[in-house]
């Protein structure tokens, strides 16, 4: 029947954008979501490593500035020491003096250790610096090819509607209102092809009767099952 020939083309487009319409909202938007938290993630390691080095600096200067105390502390009871004038006192202080060096030794031991982490760390931000800018980069191209698919997507959309209205209004409104309410009712699928005698979409045989009608093509002759508009589809030509 000639008056759906653009009634099909009409149904090849409104699928085409149902899919792009997918796309644009579901598909890249959740794709360029991970591509962001994938970033964000690269960035949180690199700043989790400057926060153990700041932490452990800090810890390194407290103790340094406990030792800086402690130096004070032998300083002033060496001078003490001279000026003591009983053998007891003079001991007390002495041995006073000597927990204080062995106090000193000990965080000195510490802020060593300290320092040998800070290399540690050190590394591991590098480590880390390195692998954040490898995944940025690796993201960011994948944000530019998504940003691209969308732009691409949206134009062909737009020439789809042209090309959709066009067609819409050169269809017999009377038909086309048809296709609108099966379409709208019918998970915006109204038309269905005819294969080997059977409704392509809801796989019911179409009765002979009907075919008969179809290949007269006088009128417009729908699925008794699925109600949807059938239509014999032409044999393609070999492209190319
Ligand atoms: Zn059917």
Do not use: W
Not at 72 to 97: C, F, G, P, T, W
């Amino acid at each position: 029947m000639e008056e759906l020939k653009p009634l099909i083309r009409i149904q090849e487009i409104d699928l085409v954008i149902k899919r792009i319409e997918l796309k644009l909202n579901k598909e890249i938007p959740e794709s360029l979501q991970e591509v962001r938290e994938g970033r964000e993630k690269a960035e949180l390691l690199i700043r989790q490593v400057e926060e153990k080095f700041k932490e452990n600096l800090k810890k390194r200067m407290e103790i340094d500035l406990e030792i800086k105390s402690i130096e004070e502390r032998i300083k002033k009871h060496s001078q003490d020491l001279l000026k003591v004038n009983s053998n007891e006192a003079y001991r007390a202080m002495l041995k006073e003096i000597e927990e204080e060096k062995e106090r000193k030794s000990q965080l000195e031991d510490q802020i060593l250790e300290l320092l040998i982490q800070e290399e540690e760390i050190q590394k591991e931000k590098r480590k880390a610096q390195q692998e954040a800018e490898r995944i940025k980069k690796e993201f960011s191209e994948k944000e530019k090819m998504l940003l691209q698919n969308k732009e691409e997507l949206l134009r062909r959309m737009e020439d789809l509607k042209k090309e959709r209205e066009e067609l819409a209004s050169s269809a017999n409104p009377r038909i086309y209102r048809l296709y609108i309410q099966i379409a709208s009712t019918h998970g915006g699928i109204a038309l269905s092809p005819v294969n080997d005698g059977f409704c392509s979409v809801c796989q019911m045989k179409v009765r002979p009767q009907l075919m008969e009608e179809l290949r007269k093509g006088e009128k417009i002759v729908r699925c008794e099952n699925c109600s949807r508009i059938l239509y014999i589809p032409e044999i393609q030509e070999p492209s190319g």
